[in-house]
C-alpha cells in the first residue's frame, strides 16, 4: 500500500519557472491538500480539495493552482516561480467525511528556486 | 483567524526525565492532532483528540484536551533517545478539514 506519493522528491528551478508537484494517493482518500513547510512556522495550508472537481484556497495561495480530476490525484502548479516560494512541500490526504480522520502525508517535495 | 502556538519551541532534556508540550488555540475547534517529524522526513500522526477531556497513550507518550482552556498538552514520560524528534500540533475546524499547524516543538533527549 503505497499512501501518499509526491514526484519529485528535490526540484530546482530558476525565477520565473513554472512546473507541477504531483500528488497522489490510493486510499479512496476524499479529502486532499498541500501545505508548504518553511522553518520556524509550521505548516500552512495553500490549497485543498474535498471531492474531484472541488478545490478551495488555503492560508497562502498566492502563486499556485490546483486542479482535482480525479480521486487519486491532486497537482500543484506553481505559475512563475519565486524565491520566496523555496520551501519544503507536503501533500496529505484523509478520509475527510470522520472527523477523527488524521492527515496522512507523504514524503515531501524540496524545492529551491534560484 | 485560527491561531496555533505551542510551547516550548525548543526542549532539551535528560533521559529519564519527564516534560509537557503545551499547545493553545485561538478559538473553538472540531479537533486536535499530534504529528511527530524526524529529520528530513514526513509527518507521522500520533493522536487525535476530539472532545473535552479526551486523553490517549501511547507508549511514553501522553495527549490530553481541554477545550474550555483550548489547550493541549503532550505529556513525555521517562524520555528516551528515540523520540528525539519535532511535535507538532494541529487544529482542524469545520466539516472540510481546513486543518492549522503550530509552529513545532524541537525535542532533544540527551542519553
Known amino acids: 500500500n503505497a499512501g501518499v506519493t509526491q514526484t519529485p522528491k528535490f526540484q530546482v528551478l530558476k525565477t520565473g519557472q513554472s512546473m507541477t508537484l504531483q500528488c497522489a494517493q490510493d486510499m479512496n482518500h476524499e479529502y486532499m491538500s498541500w501545505y508548504r513547510q518553511d522553518p520556524g512556522m509550521g505548516l500552512r495550508l495553500i490549497h485543498y480539495?474535498?471531492?474531484?472537481?472541488?478545490?478551495d484556497q488555503g492560508e497562502v495561495p498566492n502563486g499556485y493552482n490546483v486542479s482535482r480530476s480525479t480521486t487519486e490525484d491532486f497537482p500543484l502548479r506553481l505559475l512563475s516561480a519565486a524565491p520566496s516560494q523555496t520551501s519544503v512541500y507536503f501533500c496529505a490526504s484523509s478520509l475527510g467525511a470522520g472527523v477523527d480522520s488524521p492527515l496522512h502525508f507523504g514524503n515531501g517535495t524540496r524545492l529551491t528556486v534560484t | 483567524e485560527l491561531k496555533v502556538e505551542q510551547n516550548p519551541l525548543f526542549l532539551s532534556m535528560q533521559e529519564g526525565k519527564n516534560y509537557t508540550i503545551y499547545c493553545n488555540y485561538s478559538?473553538?475547534?472540531?479537533?486536535l492532532y499530534w504529528y511527530r517529524q524526524d529529520p528530513g522526513k514526513s509527518l507521522e500522526s500520533l493522536f487525535v483528540?476530539?472532545?473535552?477531556?479526551a486523553v490517549k497513550q501511547e507508549g511514553r507518550l501522553m495527549a490530553s484536551l481541554d477545550t474550555k482552556a483550548r489547550l493541549s498538552t503532550l505529556h513525555i514520560t521517562a524520555a528516551v533517545h528515540d523520540l528525539s524528534a519535532t511535535y507538532f500540533c494541529a487544529v482542524g475546524r469545520g466539516g472540510y478539514q481546513k486543518v492549522t499547524f503550530g509552529t513545532g516543538t524541537k525535542l532533544q533527549v540527551i542519553p
Open positions: 478559538t473553538t475547534s472540531d479537533r
Open positions: 480539495s474535498v471531492g474531484a472537481g472541488i478545490t
Open positions: 483528540l476530539l472532545s473535552n477531556g
